[in-house]
């Protein structure tokens, strides 16, 4: 069930969401002090691309750096990027078949905007999953 939620994901909202993500990252390594942001932005890429059968959990060695650091990333790119999960989100969620798509797009907005110190595992769900 998730591959064919992600293969209807990347087709509806992944794709585009993916090309943001990555245009940001390179717009980030243009300054080489902005380089640590491009990192998380391609992390973060790549999640959006194919988000089903993964989850975002925080960092237990995550601290003030963290903060601070997303405080700089909502500032250069976060809010534009949250604006996009929020508008696909809309969109996806006006069929039934899109709600469990837009619900997804929904719970990626605070990652959007407060992508350090966030680590993306996969999900623990699953029959022979421990």
């Known amino acids: 069930m998730r591959t ?4 209807i994901w990347v087709i509806f909202a992944g794709f585009w969401l993916f090309i943001g993500y990555i245009v940001a ?16 932005s391609f992390r973060i890429a ?4 194919w988000p089903f059968g ?3 959990v925080d960092k237990s060695t995550a601290g003030l750096g963290s903060a601070l650091g997303n ?10 990027l949250a ?19 837009g619900i997804a797009d929904f719970k990626l907005v605070p990652v959007s905007l407060m992508p350090l110190g966030k680590e993306i595992v ?3 769900s699953g029959a022979f999953r421990a």
Not at 4 to 7: A, F, V, W
Not at 25 to 40: E, R
Not at 71 to 80: C, D, E, H
Request: aromatic share 10%.
């Open 83 to 101: 604006l996009g999960h929020i508008f696909s989100g809309i969109a996806l969620c006006i069929t039934i078949i899109g709600i469990p798509m």
């Open 25 to 40: 990252g390179i717009v980030l390594c243009i300054p080489i002090i902005t380089i640590p942001w491009a990192i998380a």
């Open 71 to 80: 405080v700089v990333w909502v500032i250069l790119a976060g809010w534009w």
């Open 54 to 56: 993964r989850q975002v």
């Open 46 to 49: 790549g999640y959006s691309l």
């Open 4 to 7: 064919i939620l992600n293969i």
């Open 122 to 124: 996969p999900s623990r």
